[in-house]
């Protein structure tokens, strides 16, 4: 079984000491990625749950840079310590609570004494509260932050810093001095003690704010902290704890001092000053400060990052990043900063230029749609031969992604428009469809009337070249059907023919016809057109699709479905009488069987024999998807379990929190053969896809693709009872491992031939063992060197005097 | 919000572009239509009736001459203008013919009389009386200068002596009127006839049997026959069609073209001339028809190459020997005769030029050695041509952004719809207005212009709104225009004459809209009943 298409921007990642690897949280492993290549090295697993922190244990001294330590949390309530240079797990601390987020100071503060006997290490920790359910659904707060004592593996009893509604997230200062957390309106910062023991108190102040707060920051060495708002403003409070944290012995005469006059600051909060920056539209999801502190980075839905410079607030940007940014990350190396956006991708920066070095991007995630597009919408579509899965993205992209080796292929363009993420969606990308072989794909896209102006529908067609793998236009389509939505396509299996049907009532057929220019070099490109036009009874037009040999359209008008000769464009039979209307149609492999699928308040899935030209047999199913295999006459579906279900669910290990089941058949047989148990069915596919190891044993049976409505997936052979999990290990990543970081001339150049200039001097050594001046001439700085003429006459002259020697010898 | 443009964009920029037109299905011309249209027909003066035969001197100037009504017309090839006219016909004049060595020009006439013509005299010099019936055909071989053949329509193929004015050979083998005939590039002893009984006959005057070598039945009518040039193989022209037989081969059927629409009514061959690249001095069968198309046909490839549309019923064709003149008779008189414009002209005064420039003592400036104190040394090297084997990285291409896609990038919506609108080109402006519903913003857009900036916009709604690529978007557009902004429309007159303007093209519009529905509701009925059978 192969797994993939985690999301790699649900927690913020990390980067390693040395700056050359990214930590990346992806579903219950932890990804490790070179930045100089953007591919994946290695990956830790050993979580059951999402992992929700990964914290790089800091190297206090440069020559520890190399010590790969780091620790991980996760939703299955363990806590893991790893060496990820091997990768291997060194400690798991269980403390039984799922945990959301996770803090260690006391690796952040330098300890300048060398401590024979190291303290205890201490981890505020972010949990769910689980264990006594009945207590906190009375209180309702079920989040806390506990402290954990990560050295003797257990937490600290009693302490309970907070408690919440829900888990928030944690933030520290980079000096590992304040810790914190942001709650609706407030923020609460904690003082991290000097000197960590199991039982003290923590001294901690409530900074207000009019609105819920999205994310906090704190300056690295001032008492400064930043917060963001959802309306979009940036709060910064300079010297906030000057009363609390301010410490016993000292000032209490500064005290009296910032008794009058405390600017901007609400209600009785501990700051001197509160100051508001106001540039983002919309909810600020991104504060993060430099290392030097001297800038803020903000980041948030418009998908711009704002450099704000602390002192003068003047600003910089990166615009257009195109989607929603979700977490800012500076490196040890100061020029490396990563940037995690909405859409799946990790985008590696250079920090001063702000340019882009390298994007890390995992499989987009669902976009989302507008209500009454639902139905039009699929969401992916596979490429059987291949093992890709095409994926349609907010920002009217398809990417292709590699269901092997769990990366991305290729994006297209479909719809030529710059992307505002926050803006309202008005273009929507409905359907794709792919050629059996996948070289033509097939796009719908709608634009949105705005008050009846301006609407319509386009139909493209794409063309994949033989050499290269990208798609280009080859014919565009307005208003294909009219005005009238289109409800699917269906390629046909050997031809260069297409269907599409449409709501107006009628379906069309689409033929490619090769025509080949040569005004100066051959030019192949094919022409869509439309070939016929049919309809039934002016019904709708719901479902279509080819038979294996192509022969036969089938296409659904509302309940009963039409079989159609493609070539003549003649009805040949109708087909009985759903209870619903179909939405969707396939024939089952070779086999003379055809499978529809219906939703509504009486979901079906009918299946018909096309020699009696009846129904075979039927289930009462609110199918999500329906697969089937092109060699064997096989067909998954994939089945939602109705609200019911769950109620009187019995084995509740199977179950666990499935809502979702996939059941496979056998054509003629209503039995199913095997089904599993799926979380997050809704809006989730199902296709055979070729296995890639056909060279050995070519009668392999095809594999069963999975993509849940997060866009995670997996791969297995319907067949094999064992569930192994088979590592995706990129065999072309191994080289992409540990890229070397070269800098200046080397990065330029590549390295100079170091080995041959060694030879060299020890040549010249064993000739002229006394001066060797053409290696020390031109050492140094170049300001302070005597002028070229000088040394050119001595450096030429040294050159001669060792070949003289050489003469003698 | 006014984020700056000088860093780098993560995402791709794209302009505003609007829809793409439908391109027509027609292909680029290929390089030989491009040679047969290159032949610009030039209408020289209307000549008084119908033009029936078009034959070209076999002699250095390519002259031509034309018969029509009772008169032959000898055209200089040069300048396209008639050279002499011999009138010494009592009837119509028919298919003129020049001897090999272009001295001589011999011609039928519907009083069944052939006479034979000097050309610079313009006098008959033989009068060969026979044929009882108007002749129709008349040829010299095409080598041979003593004899002739012709054909009537009182059925006979005649031999004919021209010096003794006698007949040789009466052939009779036709059924009914020979019409057409051609004499043999490899044999001058041998030529065919058609005849409108269907048949075309190979006659060989050596074999003196007075029947013909070989019948063959085209199927229709035959209006003209020729020799292609390997002399084994003949096309004939008969009702619609055009054959192409094997006569070495017993004349069997090689090919029949039938792409023309009527008669067809005369052939010729055409040569491709020197300097048309792969298909230099190829051979093809121009035929012209009553339908008015000129067809040009390859007959290695069995394909129709090119095809030329005039304006009315052609009735004959000929084609120079240096393939520089093309000339083509009609029905009602008019001789387009074209010249393909021939690159020696532009070529010599080029080598002229080249050689007057060869004699000036002006020489290369000597290279100088360049040096950071010249301006040049900065500059060397940079437009330095890549070598053959070099590996080409090309610079991305930069997106270029009109003035209304900056300021959509800057969100500046109303002004990019002004900036559109006056920069006039409709496409564009629909385009800017598709972005602006796709952001919804377009109708706010509306609200903000001023009076002059809303006079613009229904100038444009105006011409445009019926136009049937843009109406989709802007008759609803301009309905809701109208509605939003009615209260600063009453207020201004000029704003009041856009808006009378605009509602007489929507009347207009309306009412094409009508009869195209009254068209519609003729013909439905019509392809119901087409489709039902």
């Known amino acids: 079984m192969i797994r993939g298409g985690k999301s790699f921007v649900?927690?913020?990642?990390?980067?390693?000491?040395?700056?050359?690897?990214?930590?990346?949280?992806?579903?219950?492993?932890?990804?490790?990625?070179?930045?100089?290549?953007?591919?994946?090295?290695?990956?830790?697993?050993?979580?059951?749950?999402?992992?929700?922190?990964?914290?790089?244990?800091?190297?206090?001294?440069?020559?520890?840079?190399?010590?790969?330590?780091?620790?991980?949390?996760?939703?299955?309530?363990?806590?893991?310590?790893?060496?990820?240079?091997?990768?291997?797990?060194?400690?798991?601390?269980?403390?039984?609570?799922?945990?959301?987020?996770?803090?260690?100071?006391?690796?952040?503060?330098?300890?300048?004494?060398?401590?024979?006997?190291?303290?205890?290490?201490?981890?505020?920790?972010?949990?769910?509260?689980?264990?006594?359910?009945?207590?906190?659904?009375?209180?309702?707060?079920?989040?806390?932050?506990?402290?954990?004592?990560?050295?003797?593996?257990?937490?600290?009893?009693?302490?309970?810093?907070?408690?919440?509604?829900?888990?928030?997230?944690?933030?520290?200062?980079?000096?590992?001095?304040?810790?914190?957390?942001?709650?609706?309106?407030?923020?609460?910062?904690?003082?991290?003690?000097?000197?960590?023991?199991?039982?003290?108190?923590?001294?901690?102040?409530?900074?207000?704010?009019?609105?819920?707060?999205?994310?906090?920051?704190?300056?690295?060495?001032?008492?400064?902290?930043?917060?963001?708002?959802?309306?979009?403003?940036?709060?910064?409070?300079?010297?906030?704890?000057?009363?609390?944290?301010?410490?016993?012995?000292?000032?209490?005469?500064?005290?009296?001092?910032?008794?009058?006059?405390?600017?901007?600051?609400?209600?009785?909060?501990?700051?001197?000053?509160?100051?508001?920056?106001?540039?983002?539209?919309?909810?600020?999801?991104?504060?993060?400060?430099?290392?030097?502190?001297?800038?803020?980075?903000?980041?948030?839905?418009?998908?711009?990052?704002?450099?704000?410079?602390?002192?003068?607030?003047?600003?910089?940007?990166?615009?257009?990043?195109?989607?929603?940014?979700?977490?800012?990350?500076?490196?040890?190396?100061?020029?490396?900063?990563?940037?995690?956006?909405?859409?799946?991708?990790?985008?590696?920066?250079?920090?001063?230029?702000?340019?882009?070095?390298?994007?890390?991007?995992?499989?987009?995630?669902?976009?989302?749609?507008?209500?009454?597009?639902?139905?039009?919408?699929?969401?992916?579509?596979?490429?059987?031969?291949?093992?890709?899965?095409?994926?349609?993205?907010?920002?009217?992209?398809?990417?292709?992604?590699?269901?092997?080796?769990d990366r991305e292929i290729s994006e297209v363009q479909v719809c030529e428009r710059n992307h505002q993420p926050s803006d309202d969606v008005t273009i929507i990308l409905n359907l794709v469809a792919l050629s059996f072989e996948g070289s033509v794909m097939c796009t719908v896209e709608t634009r949105m009337a705005e008050e009846g102006i301006g609407g319509f529908i386009t139909l493209k067609f794409w063309e994949c070249g033989s050499q290269n793998s990208d798609f280009s236009l080859s014919t565009v389509i307005y208003e294909p059907h009219r005005e009238a939505a289109v409800s699917a396509i269906a390629f046909h299996p050997t031809r260069g023919m297409a269907v599409s049907a449409s709501y107006g009532g009628d379906f069309k057929v689409w033929v490619g016809n090769c025509e080949s220019q040569q005004n100066d070099k051959l030019i192949q490109r094919t022409r869509w057109a439309c070939h016929a036009v049919g309809s039934y009874r002016k019904k709708p037009m719901t479902a279509a699709a080819f038979s294996s040999d192509g022969s036969v359209l089938a296409v659904a008008a509302e309940t009963v479905i039409t079989l159609w000769d493609p070539e003549k464009n003649v009805l040949v039979a109708v087909i009985g009488s759903a209870l619903e209307s179909i939405v969707n149609l396939s024939f089952i492999g070779e086999s003379n069987f055809l499978v529809s699928a219906s939703h509504g308040s009486r979901p079906q899935l009918a299946v018909w024999s096309m020699s009696k030209l009846s129904i075979s047999w039927s289930y009462k199913l609110q199918t999500e998807a329906v697969a089937c295999s092109q060699k064997d006459s096989l067909l998954a579906v994939l089945a939602v379990l109705p609200e019911s279900y769950k109620g009187q669910e019995h084995d509740k290990t199977t179950l666990h929190n499935a809502n979702g089941v996939i059941l496979l058949f056998n054509a003629g047989d209503p039995i199913p053969i095997a089904s599993w148990f799926v979380t997050k069915a809704k809006g989730g596919g199902l296709a055979f896809i070729q296995s890639r190891s056909s060279g050995d044993n070519m009668d392999e049976n095809d594999l069963l693709a999975y993509v849940n409505g997060d866009h995670e997936y997996a791969v297995f052979n319907p067949h094999g009872a064992e569930m192994y999990e088979r590592k995706v290990r990129h065999k072309d990543s191994i080289s992409g491992e540990e890229g070397t970081g070269n800098f200046g001339y080397a990065s330029m150049y590549g390295k100079l031939p170091l080995t041959e200039l060694k030879l060299k001097a020890i040549e010249a050594s064993s000739v002229m063992p006394s001066e060797r001046a053409w290696e020390s001439i031109f050492s140094g700085p170049s300001h302070s060197l005597p002028p070229l003429t000088k040394l050119c006459s001595t450096f030429l002259e040294s050159f001669m005097e060792k070949r003289s020697v050489t003469m003698v010898e | 919000m006014a984020v700056d443009d000088r860093s780098e964009a993560i995402v791709k920029t794209f302009a505003v572009k609007p829809k793409l037109k439908p391109t027509t299905n027609k292909s680029t011309p290929t390089p030989e239509s491009k040679y047969w249209k290159s032949f610009k027909p030039k209408q020289t003066q209307t000549l008084v009736s119908s033009i029936t035969s078009l034959a070209f001197s076999p002699t250095a100037p390519h002259d031509f001459a034309a018969t029509h009504s009772a008169t032959v017309t000898v055209f200089s090839s040069q300048t396209l203008e008639p050279k002499s006219t011999i009138a010494a016909f009592k009837d119509t004049a028919t298919s003129a013919c020049f001897r090999s060595d272009g001295q001589l020009l011999a011609a039928g006439s519907y009083s069944g009389l052939i006479q034979v013509f000097d050309i610079k005299k313009r006098s008959a010099l033989r009068r060969l009386r026979g044929h009882s019936r108007p002749v129709h055909f008349v040829s010299y071989p095409r080598v041979d200068k003593l004899h002739l053949f012709s054909g009537g329509d009182d059925a006979v193929v005649k031999y004919w002596d021209v010096s003794s004015e006698i007949s040789i050979h009466n052939l009779i083998g036709h059924k009914d009127y020979v019409r057409c005939g051609d004499g043999s590039p490899v044999s001058d002893d041998m030529f065919i006839t058609g005849s409108y009984d269907h048949s075309v006959r190979v006659w060989d005057v050596r074999v003196s049997s007075d029947t013909s070598m070989l019948n063959i039945n085209h199927g229709s009518p035959v209006e003209d026959v020729i020799y292609l040039p390997s002399g084994g193989l003949i096309a004939t022209a008969g009702g619609n069609s055009v054959k192409i037989w094997d006569v070495i081969g017993g004349g069997k059927l090689l090919h029949s073209m039938e792409s023309h629409n009527k008669t067809v009514t005369s052939l010729t061959v055409g040569k491709i001339g020197q300097d048309s690249g792969d298909f230099t001095n190829q051979y093809r069968i121009l035929s012209v028809s009553l339908d008015g198309y000129l067809k040009v046909f390859d007959y290695s490839k069995l394909k129709i190459t090119s095809s030329i549309r005039f304006p009315s019923s052609l009735m004959s064709v000929a084609f120079s020997p240096d393939c520089s003149t093309r000339v083509i008779g009609t029905s009602n008189g008019i001789l387009y005769a074209g010249k393909r414009k021939t690159e020696e002209t532009v070529g010599s005064v080029k080598s002229e030029w080249g050689k007057y420039v060869g004699f000036g003592a002006i020489d290369e400036p000597e290279k100088r050695v360049l040096r950071p104190s010249y301006f040049r040394y900065f500059h060397r090297g940079q437009s330095e041509k890549p070598s053959k084997g070099d590996f080409l990285i090309m610079r991305s291409k930069k997106v270029k952004l009109a003035e209304h896609d900056k300021l959509l990038k800057k969100f500046h919506h109303k002004e990019a719809l002004v900036s559109a609108l006056r920069a006039k080109n409709p496409e564009n402006i629909v385009a800017v207005m598709e972005e602006l519903v796709s952001r919804k913003k377009l109708l706010k857009c509306v609200s903000n212009l001023g009076v002059d900036e809303l006079g613009l916009l229904l100038g444009f709604l105006q011409r445009y709104s019926t136009m049937p690529r843009y109406a989709g978007v802007l008759i609803a557009f301009a309905k809701k225009v109208v509605e939003s902004r009615a209260d600063d429309i009453t207020g201004s007159e000029e704003l009041k004459s856009h808006i009378r303007n605009l509602k007489r093209s929507v009347m207009e519009e309306i009412r094409i809209q009508q009869s195209l529905q009254e068209i519609q509701g003729i013909i439905s009925p019509l392809l119901k009943i087409a489709g039902r059978r």
């Open chain 1, 10 to 405: 649900s927690s913020p990642p990390a980067f390693s000491n040395d700056a050359k690897k990214l930590l990346v949280c992806t579903g219950d492993t932890v990804s490790i990625f070179s930045t100089a290549t953007g591919l994946q090295i290695s990956e830790l697993e050993g979580h059951t749950a999402l992992v929700t922190s990964v914290i790089v244990v800091p190297a206090p001294t440069p020559a520890s840079r190399i010590l790969c330590y780091c620790w991980t949390t996760s939703l299955d309530g363990t806590i893991k310590y790893w060496d990820f240079s091997v990768p291997e797990l060194m400690k798991t601390i269980n403390i039984q609570l799922p945990i959301y987020s996770m803090v260690i100071p006391s690796l952040l503060s330098q300890r300048s004494e060398n401590d024979v006997k190291s303290p205890d290490i201490y981890a505020y920790v972010s949990v769910e509260d689980t264990k006594n359910e009945q207590n906190k659904q009375r209180k309702e707060l079920s989040g806390q932050i506990l402290k954990c004592n990560l050295s003797k593996s257990r937490l600290v009893r009693g302490v309970i810093l907070t408690e919440s509604k829900k888990p928030e997230n944690i933030t520290i200062s980079s000096t590992g001095k304040y810790f914190g957390i942001h709650e609706k309106c407030q923020l609460r910062i904690w003082e991290v003690p000097a000197k960590d023991l199991k039982n003290i108190t923590h001294r901690k102040l409530k900074l207000s704010h009019t609105k819920n707060l999205s994310c906090l920051a704190f300056h690295p060495t001032e008492r400064i902290v930043a917060a963001g708002d959802v309306t979009g403003r940036i709060l910064i409070w300079r010297g906030f704890g000057g009363k609390t944290f301010a410490g016993d012995n000292s000032a209490n005469g500064r005290l009296l001092m910032d008794e009058d006059d405390k600017p901007g600051v609400r209600g009785d909060g501990d700051a001197d000053s509160c100051t508001t920056w106001h540039w983002h539209s919309a909810e600020v999801k991104v504060l993060f400060f430099s290392s030097d502190g001297a800038y803020l980075y903000s980041g948030g839905k418009e998908g711009v990052l704002v450099v704000w410079q602390l002192d003068t607030g003047k600003k910089k940007f990166l615009p257009r990043i195109g989607t929603r940014l979700l977490h800012f990350l500076n490196s040890p190396d100061p020029s490396l900063s990563s940037i995690s956006c909405a859409d799946n991708r990790i985008h590696i920066l250079k920090t001063p230029s702000m340019e882009i070095l390298k994007s890390i991007s995992g499989i987009k995630l669902p976009s989302p749609v507008p209500e009454t597009f639902r139905d039009l919408c699929n969401d992916f579509v596979f490429d059987h031969t291949a093992g890709l899965v095409a994926v349609r993205t907010e920002n009217y992209c398809i990417q292709f992604y590699s269901l092997f080796d």
